[in-house]
């Protein structure tokens, strides 16, 4: 089944201990895409300035993602510039400049208005819920947020919580939202504002998955070599919904699952820079990934007799 | 089998977001046995000054420690006192008086020597060698460490690390010791230098353990209320050990479950101040904790078709 992805299509510049890329594909709705289109078909809507380097696309066009609702706006594209230090754990912006995406008005093509999967990538919760507004009885709908939103909008975040399935966010975010430092609590305070999932991703340390009654928890790969966290979580998100498009199961297990295509997901994306690590991977690849987190957790129960 | 533990026996005095306990049992090697002692016989060599609440540690000898090595010496008992803030990460010592502890040489007895497990909880590297020197060929021999040995004492600590089986550091000391920030990295750095395991503990983020050709990960138990995470450490290792000499079983899916016993009563140590959790608990809530464990990470494998 077909995944439908609401976000940013930008341009980075990013520098880490280990080189830098300056102008390579970036924002939430290009990382969710690359992704995703491992395990599904993609629908993308976004925009874009006159600058954008629309070539760059066509390899994701290629792997199935359909960009007939890419907008191409008089103005410049979105880019962000930023730099990880050491530790790799938090990015530092040193420049965003919004360009056409400040006026971003998003317009769901009518043929991706059936899509069974909504992916509501990190924008305005008012744009998020215009894109609701669209679309007709999708099987999952999933939105991500962040600080800003949190602190500007929260309202209509609030707002979008009473119409998503699922929400993904950070576990920062998450105690930003609920004013909660515990992240089972903070968990708890969302699941009671409609989601009746919330994943809490914690970067390197790994994402939870809460339910109202259940925990799933899947470890971050420990890689040897981080290279560029940009466009994990994304990634992740990419993951996740592609393995429940996929599948179309949305039962528990399918869901726990799905946290583990999403896991494995970005642990690629930080493997290079910008989406270069989707253009290479291959089916037998990600399947050995997802062997290797199998072994990563697994234990035979022994109960004390 | 029995498991002998060496290391400290303290009083502490804590203060968390939630309450404050004085002058309570604390030491490495209090928490050691209040934990390893659900799950096998512990042997305890250590020592305590004069003014140290004997009466107190009754609770342990009564599930099965043995403190025939527990000595008693003219002066004053290890005090601790700490403070934790609202994350609860990290503790802020504000005193620490070692008394007795400072001039602490570790006399095994006799009946202790032929102990099959052996764990040297985070006292000098030099007695940790002094211990070895005393028991005879055990089974499995496990250490822990910390910054200040590192820094200090870092030949001895390098030539402990020839005669163990496993060690156990937490992820900065890890970090520390092998000047590498990559956990993988610095992973294979101490297993080239002899242990054969490797246990990496990130508090609430869970636990690795690596050995020359597999990784294995368990989370911390997502708790809704940590109360005082003094001990967490020793507590886990005390699972872990605890579990492999109750089984006597040292085969990787072993040492894999006793990592998830290590993390289960870890989390229970955080739960109470002290020691106090450890003096509650039945086997039947073990048994339904790492049946937590096993619902939180385990997921049927469904590779890509």
């Known amino acids: 089944m077909t995944v439908l992805v609401v976000g940013s299509v930008a341009l980075d510049s990013v520098e880490t201990p280990f080189g830098k890329a300056d102008n390579v594909l970036g924002g939430s709705a290009n990382f969710f895409a690359a992704s995703a289109s491992h395990l599904t078909p993609v629908q993308l809507v976004g925009v874009v300035g006159t600058d954008y380097p629309i070539d760059d696309l066509q390899a994701l066009a290629k792997r199935g993602v359909d960009l007939a609702g890419l907008e191409q706006a008089e103005g410049a594209s979105f880019r962000w510039r930023g730099r990880y230090r050491h530790d790799l754990n938090s990015a530092e912006t040193l420049e965003t400049h919004l360009g056409v995406f400040s006026h971003f008005r998003p317009k769901i093509p009518a ?21 609701l507004d669209q679309v007709k009885k999708p099987r999952l709908v999933a939105c991500d947020t962040m600080n800003f939103w949190i602190e500007s909008r929260r309202p209509e975040l609030l707002e979008l919580l009473t119409r998503v399935d699922l929400i993904t966010l950070n576990d920062g975010e998450a105690r930003q939202l609920t004013e909660t430092s515990n992240l089972v609590k903070a968990a708890r305070w969302i699941l009671a504002r409609g989601p009746k999932h919330v994943i809490i991703k914690k970067g390197e340390h790994g994402a939870f998955m809460f339910t109202e009654k259940t925990v799933f928890f899947a470890p971050a790969y420990p890689l040897e070599d981080v290279f560029d966290p940009t466009g994990a979580g994304d990634a992740f998100a990419g993951g996740f919904m592609g ?3 996929r599948t179309g199961d949305l039962s528990e297990p399918s869901l726990k699952r799905a946290v583990v295509y999403g896991s494995a997901m970005g642990s690629f994306a ?26 990563l957790v697994s234990f035979e129960e022994d109960l004390l007799s």
């Open 111 to 131: 043929q991706f208005r059936d899509a069974p999967f909504v992916f509501l990538a990190n924008i305005d919760p008012r744009l998020q819920l215009e894109v």
């Open 270 to 295: 930080v493997e290079r820079f910008s989406i270069q690590r989707f253009q290479e991977i291959s089916r037998e690849e990600i399947r050995a990934r997802v062997k290797e987190f199998y072994r």
């Open 243 to 245: 393995y429940l498009a």
